[in-house]
T-cell receptor, first 116, second 111 residues
Framework: AQTVTQSQPEMSVQEAETVTLSCTYD???????LFWYKQPPSRQMILVIR??????QNATENRFSVNFQKAAKSFSLKISDSQLGDAAMYFC?????????????FGAGTRLTVKP | DGGITQSPKYLFRKEGQNVTLSCEQN?????MYWYRQDPGQGLRLIYY???????QKGDIAEGYSVSREKKESFPLTVTSAQKNPTAFYLC??????????FGDGTRLSIL
């Protein structure tokens, strides 16, 4: 079964600075999707960014970008110009592209604190 | 607006009681999911359904049951067999290759 590992339970960043959250995963599949979700104190799960494994180009969404290293099975999230509203739990997630394997696997999360 | 509605937001269960958490979506999504989240932890899959009248167990299905009689609805019953039900429960739905959309969750506590 696929597993997702987030090795940083907590991270801290100064407002306006850049921070990188780490994520590694284990799979034998070649086609899959990777996601970063943000969970603020309201407990909503908000999609931050997604990456298709067949795409070599790293995904970007405004201040959020990823470093996808398929061979290393690594999928880190970079937040640039950090804002106070970025403070939240961040979850890395993996989903197979196979229709026979439909579920999504989540890491344990990284709690990000943004200091003013 | 389309979305996923979970109710109630807070729920209390007495010992030996079954309780049902509601999840309704108007996104016309085929697949629906139930996750459990414990404090400081990630999401663990309880059950999922890819189509009406069909569902599969996830990693922690024991003590839970579901039904999928309508495309829009995927209720989760926490039975008395679930000995540690206190947690935050999230429902999600998806269509095709799109990311999952999540509801706002239900917090279940034991009285």
């Amino acid at each position: 079964a696929q597993t997702v590992t987030q090795s940083q339970p907590e991270m801290s960043v100064q407002e306006a600075e850049t921070v990188t959250l780490s994520c590694t995963y284990d799979t034998s599949e070649s086609d899959y999707y990777l996601f970063w979700y943000k969970q603020p104190p309201s407990r909503q799960m908000i999609l931050v960014i997604r990456q298709e494994a067949y795409k070599q180009q790293n995904a970007t969404e405004n201040r959020f970008s990823v470093n996808f290293q398929k061979a290393a099975k690594s999928f880190s999230l970079k937040i640039s110009d950090s804002q106070l509203g970025d403070a939240a739990m961040y979850f890395c997630a993996y989903r197979s592209a196979s229709s026979n394997n439909n579920d999504m696997r989540f890491g344990a999360g990284t709690r990000l604190t943004v200091k003013p | 607006d389309g979305g996923i509605t979970q109710s109630p937001k807070y729920l209390f269960r007495k010992e030996g009681q079954n309780v049902t958490l509601s999840c309704e979506q108007n996104l016309n999504h085929d697949a629906m999911y139930w996750y459990r989240q414990d404090p400081g932890q990630g999401l663990r899959l309880i059950y999922y359904s890819q189509i009406v009248n069909d569902f599969q167990k996830g990693d922690i299905a024991e003590g839970y049951s579901v039904s999928r009689e309508k495309k829009e609805s995927f209720p989760l019953t926490v039975t008395s067999a679930q000995k540690n039900p206190t947690a935050f429960y999230l429902c999600a739905s998806r269509i095709g290759a799109q990311p999952q959309h999540f509801g706002d969750g239900t917090r279940l506590s034991i009285l």
